[in-house]
């Protein structure tokens, strides 16, 4: 294990009774270059083995350089509205610095699984803590020590596509209960 990462048995994000849950995407956020502020937008281009067109991370290749774990950031709303709380602010999630701000999704569920995001299948590879750059640029005295053991989740891409606001996100090979026909 490597320092950063966190261990399952300490994840305090989202954690449900049961297995079925029922996420989404809640925002995206992307920036062209390190240190610079993220911009919200409505969807990404996601590439395997690259990133999301656009950001800071899109690289030519990050299994040449042995870094999958670079292409895709994740993290529960859930956990940035408890960290507002803890700190009595108001936390916008662009300032976090994470591609993807999910809602109902327990990140945890998706360690070293395979998942969906809209039409698009990634692989979660790993939890991780939030680091001191993210302080210094959301400007939000705190905000690491508030976010240590939930501070999202480090993910691959396996299939191309375009991931947008509001895309529903399943375990791979289960159908969001968004997206079942109704009666």
């Known amino acids: 294990m490597v320092i950063w990462d966190t261990p399952p048995e300490l994840w305090r994000g989202l954690k449900l009774a049961d297995s079925s849950w029922h996420g989404l995407v809640a925002s995206l956020h992307i920036t062209a270059r390190s240190g610079e502020p993220m911009t919200s937008v409505a969807e990404l281009r996601a590439i ?11 690289h030519a290749s990050w299994s040449s350089v042995g870094r999958p774990d670079k292409a895709v950031t994740l993290i529960e709303e859930e956990s940035l509205v408890a960290a507002a709380a803890e700190l009595k602010t108001e936390v916008i999630p662009r300032d976090i610095r994470r591609n993807i701000v999910t ?5 945890i569920q998706l360690l070293n699984r395979e998942f969906t995001v809209g039409g698009v299948a990634m692989r979660g590879l790993r939890l991780f ?3 001191m750059p993210m302080e210094k640029l959301s400007g939000i005295p705190g905000i690491c020590r508030a976010l240590v053991h939930r501070g999202g989740l480090k993910a691959t891409i396996l299939i191309e596509g375009v991931v947008r606001v509001g895309d529903p996100i399943a375990l791979r090979g289960e159908t969001p209960a968004t997206l079942l026909p109704s009666d």
């Open 103 to 107: 809602r109902g999704v327990p990140l």
């Open 129 to 131: 803590e939030p680091c």
């Open 48 to 58: 395997p083995d690259r990133g999301f067109e656009g950001d800071r991370f899109f």
